[in-house]
């Protein structure tokens, strides 16, 4: 929050105090320093954390960066942060890490002001897990899960407001692990309805058959390399080896719990000929699916 002095009329006042119903969270600075030090937290430590709900004035302005790597969430509202004079609009759904050491300056909206969660992170692993691992652009990215993903922020600002003890800490590692990671996963995974989700429901639902790209891409409206992009962003590969990866788990089930005969499970899973599906299982796996079929799992 930042408040000028000889502010001219037309600016917007901006909060110097706290929201109403805010919760906050800081880590004394030791606890800290030696949270890095230890096993488990040093790799990843939550230094501050915290809930602004409908925050009118908020305003940050950082001219050379936080030490530490900053997420925000917006749930509601909306706002807009500048990294290094490039600036994003964050609506709800929206979600942005700011690297440490990055001049930047964040805002609520004046007309519709944000409701975000936050949090600052440490540690020799937060660089890699707030990149683009799976190809995701940043600093900015759209959420499927908000829910899930506020949940997350939610228990970690619980678990520290109660105690600060090196079990906590440790604790609220964890989660902030997983949030980075379910924010990487939901940024290219498909949304509900839309054309890449559509055709991998397709896809789904033909296990036992096969269909060429163009065909597929007919489908839900769109061009085959398009298409064929959207598969390799989300899943690492393209279509036929996201519907192959569809008939590898459905062939693996009726291996686990039936006793079918392989040339039956071949033809469940859209393969005429036995040897060719053993020979692609064994590509994929391994081992044929006699083999597979007898190893002791769980």
Same mark, same amino acid.
């Given at each position: 929050?930042?408040?000028? &002095? ?8 901006? %909060?110097?105090? /706290? ?22 937290? %040093? ?6 954390? #915290? ?11 950082? *001219? ?24 994003? &609009?964050?609506?709800? #759904? &929206? ?13 609520? =909206? ?36 908000? !829910? ?5 922020? !939610? ?29 990487? &996963?939901? =940024? ?5 309805? =839309? ?13 036992? *058959? ?22 390799? %962003?989300?899943? #690492? #590969? /393209?279509? *036929? ?51 597979? %079929?007898?190893?002791?799992? *769980?």
């Amino acid at each position: 929050m930042d408040e000028s &002095a000889n502010r001219p009329q037309s600016q917007p006042h901006y %909060r110097i105090d /706290g929201f109403d119903n805010q919760r906050l969270v800081v880590v004394p600075r030791p606890q800290v320093d030696a949270a890095l030090d230890r096993p488990g937290t %040093r790799r990843l430590t939550v230094t501050d954390a #915290g809930y602004f709900p409908a925050a009118a004035g908020h305003r940050r302005v950082r *001219g050379h960066g936080a030490g530490e790597t900053i997420v925000i969430l917006c749930v509601s509202g909306s706002g807009s942060v500048s990294i290094d004079g490039e600036e994003h &609009a964050l609506t709800r #759904g &929206a979600c942005v890490i700011i690297p440490p050491h990055r001049a930047h300056v964040y805002q609520a =909206s004046h007309t519709d002001p944000w409701t975000i969660w936050w949090m600052h992170l440490r540690g020799s692993d937060v660089a890699e897990l707030s990149s683009s691992m799976l190809g995701a652009p940043r600093p900015l990215t759209r959420l499927r899960s908000v !829910d899930r993903v506020s949940a997350l922020f !939610d228990e970690i600002v619980s678990l520290l407001e109660r105690r600060l003890s090196q079990a906590h800490l440790l604790s609220a590692s964890g989660l902030a692990w997983h949030l980075l990671t379910r924010i990487e &996963a939901d =940024s290219v995974l498909p949304a509900d309805g =839309s054309p890449l989700e559509r055709a991998m429901r397709y896809l789904e639902a033909r296990v036992d *058959g096969s269909i060429q790209v163009a065909e597929l891409a007919d489908l839900v409206g769109m061009s085959p390399s398009h298409l064929s992009a959207l598969f390799r %962003r989300a899943t #690492g #590969g /393209g279509p *036929g080896a996201f519907h192959t990866g569809v008939k590898m788990a459905r062939a693996r089930e009726l291996l686990d719990t039936t006793e079918l005969p392989i040339a039956d499970v071949a033809t469940a899973v859209g393969y005429a000929d036995p040897l060719y599906f053993s020979r692609h299982f064994r590509r994929v796996h391994g081992v044929n699916p006699t083999t597979y %079929r007898a190893q002791h799992k *769980g």
